[in-house]
């Protein structure tokens, strides 16, 4: 249950902060999977226009033997490859403009969340003034 919060009334004092607080959590932990997957996305785009050397063809006389063991380049290049989009400067356009909405997002989140740390403080200040006095000479 939600209250309106005394000091800021646009926002609200959550009767739960801990229940609230963990949810809030979770939330970030999938925003900062959604913005890792963005950016892994991006970074594919990018590495589809210019993609890397094979490896081992630059150091065939300086590494040891066991390069053989390298996987072919043509098998690397599938395995990162996705189809490619028709417009690829509009594609990490709209990744990067996608990953700054997360961004924006992942900052109400912690602003929530610091919010929901003070209502906790605030909650277990309140319960240890409510407590009753420990008995004089009681430890």
Do not use: C, K
């Not at 991006?42 to 300086?62: F, K």
């Not at 605030?122 to 240890?128: H, I, K, R």
């Amino acid at each position: 249950m939600a209250l309106p919060h005394p000091s800021h009334p646009s926002r609200t004092m959550i009767t739960d902060p801990v229940t609230a607080h963990r949810a809030l959590r979770a939330e970030r932990g999938q925003l900062v999977r959604w913005r890792r997957l963005l950016r892994a996305r991006l970074d594919l785009t990018v590495a589809a226009l210019a993609p890397p050397e094979p490896l081992g063809t630059l150091s065939w006389d300086v590494l040891p033997a066991g390069q053989h063991r390298l996987p072919a380049h043509v098998d690397l290049v599938s395995a990162v490859s996705a189809t490619p989009p028709r417009d690829t400067v509009d594609l990490m356009e709209q990744l990067r403009s996608l990953d700054r909405t997360l961004a924006a997002y992942g900052d109400q989140l912690d602003a929530i969340l610091e919010d929901l740390a003070g209502q906790t403080l605030q909650l277990v200040a309140s319960e240890v003034d409510a407590s009753p006095a420990p008995p004089a000479g009681a430890r």
